[in-house]
């Protein structure tokens, strides 16, 4: 029954394996050898009883009187002198089937009905036919090769248990070298923790295999890390976001209860407590969107809609946005069938169209653009505002980025959370979100999505 340990451990599963086939390899060898040298020896034994009786049938002679008889040579004599069952011996019958001459009489053996040689308990036996009808039947006892195989049985048992044992050795010390990259690997990984995150593992001189699931491991680091910097980033930019319009709720609660204001006052401080109440209630709002999608919790829907409709509304949405900047928003709507959510596309384009305004020049323009292929469904919206440096184009989509951060947020009025909201809702339909910018000259935003019947 396997313990735990033995269960568990890679180590002596390699073992195992390793010594189950040295055992196998041992076993095959070792049967081959005892095999083939029983087939020689059986093979030597049929051909020197085959020369014993070929030259028995030389010396019988057939008498005229019908009786046969056998006139042995001396050497012929001193291969069938020592007695059953350490030497040969021999048996010849007439054409009668009587028993003409046999070398020992103790040996029981009836006539043989064919020729060939035959095994008989322990005894190989050949049978050849002799002259005038007789039968020669010439025999061993196989005891001695017998002896001889299982002496070579035993030596091979001995030879393989002590092959066994020095494998053993060897193995446990091969397998335990082939694991040391792994011992590092489970090193590394039980120094990672949330404050040493940056731990990595070292792939200097390590074998191809364990170079590939240790590159793997970093890789993961890598995300994880970069997931944990990010999440920081979040949670400081989100503090700090929030922390702004409660100050200004703070401070003006005590400007007002410090002292007997005039209505006017009071006025002035209600509304720009109400304004930073709303910019926290937009900013929670937006949060809140960006966890649901993180967490894929948000519902979206999957109909087919006019994408020129969603973005004429989009646009008139946010006209009294514009015009204070005097600034006009040029249509160009194609007819254009897509599928998705409307509702969360229609955010995705007022989130595009209020960063067209807000970051654009006063008497600027912003042209809104629907257009299709065979393919795929377009839209662009392209402003003449300030524009986006180089440096700041890849960080556009991250959270809390904003391309100005120095522009107080009353003219503004921006989290920096609706341009990753707005390539989540892009990509959630399938679609792709692209940006193109140039310094004072202005910015295209670019959403393909794929076309519906």
Known sequence: MDTPFVRKSLRWKLLAWYLGLIALMACIFSALTV?????????????????KAISLSRVIEYEEDGQFSVDLSHQQLESFAAEYPAGPYYRIWDSQRRVVDCSSPAIPSDYPPQTGTRWVSDQVEVIIDGPAQSRILVGHAFETEQAQ???????????????????????????????????????????????????????????????????????????????????????????????????????????????????????????TIQHAATRMKSLVESLLILARADAEQAAMKSECYWLDQVVQRACEFVEPLAQPKDISIVKKLERTR????????????????????NYNRDQGTVTVSVCQDARDARLIVCDSGIGISEDNLGRIFDRFFRVDPARPFRSVGGTGLGLPITQWIVESQGGKIAVESCLEKGTTFTITLPRSA
Not at 40 to 46: F, M, S
Not at 223 to 249: V, Y
Not at 338 to 357: H, M, Q, R, S, Y
Request: net charge negative; aromatic share 6%; charged share 25%.
């Open 35 to 51: 095999l083939t040298i029983r087939h020689e020896l059986e093979q030597d034994a049929v051909q020197g009883l085959s020369e």
């Open 149 to 271: 195989i299982r002496r070579l049985i035993l030596t091979c048992v001995g030879v393989a248990t002590v092959t066994i044992l020095v494998m053993l050795a060897g193995g446990w010390w091969m397998i335990g070298q082939m694991l040391k990259p792994i011992d590092r690997i489970s090193a590394a990984a039980a120094r990672v923790t949330e404050s040493n995150i940056s731990e990595r593992i070292r792939t200097e001189k390590m074998e191809s295999e364990f170079l590939l699931l240790s590159n793997t491991f970093n890789g993961t680091l890598d995300r994880l890390e970069d997931a944990f910097r990010r999440q920081n980033h979040f949670t400081a930019d989100a503090s700090h976001e929030l922390r702004t319009p409660l100050s200004i709720l703070l401070a003006q609660c005590e400007h007002v209860l410090n002292a007997e204001r005039t209505p006017a006052e009071y006025r002035q401080a209600i509304e």
């Open 338 to 357: 897509v599928k998705g959510d409307p509702e969360w596309f229609a955010k995705a384009v007022i989130n595009l169209l209020t960063n067209a305004i």
